[in-house]
Nanobody
Framework: QVQLMESGGGSVQAGGSLRLSCAAS????????VDWYRQAPGKQRELVAT???????GYADFVKGRFTTSRDNAKNTVYLQMNSLKPEDTGNYYC?????????WGQGTQVTVSS
């Protein structure tokens, strides 16, 4: 059974940090491109960060310089390190793994940033 499981969400004050994890089972995660998305209530889902199978990364403008995504293939895990968090970063964060026509979504983890 293939599973993506996000963890590491929680509540922090503005300026704080969190590290989200996306752990995969049932697949060779190393061959998948992984995207991080977030969605706040009443808003569209938006792409936050991307990491390719080769380890190349990309970031939305609103998180550049604050967020970093990385992967540990030995642990079948992708991370999203979030620093200098802002209230507008609040939302449900999801990881999505893509390889060819195969797509898997995690269940999401909530991030709440207070002023």
């Amino acid at each position: 059974q293939v599973q993506l499981m996000e963890s590491g969400g929680g509540s922090v004050q503005a300026g704080g940090s969190l590290r989200l994890s996306c752990a995969a089972s049932g697949i060779f995660f190393s061959i998948y491109k992984v995207d991080w998305y977030r969605q706040a209530p009443g808003k569209q889902r938006e792409l936050v960060a991307t990491i390719t199978n080769a380890g190349n990364t990309g970031y939305a403008d609103f998180v550049k310089g604050r967020f970093t995504t990385s992967r540990d293939n030995a642990k079948n895990t992708v991370y999203l390190q979030m620093n200098s968090l802002k209230p507008e970063d609040t939302g449900n964060y999801y990881c999505r793994a893509i390889q060819g026509i195969t797509i898997y979504w995690g269940q999401g983890t909530q991030v709440t940033v207070s002023s």
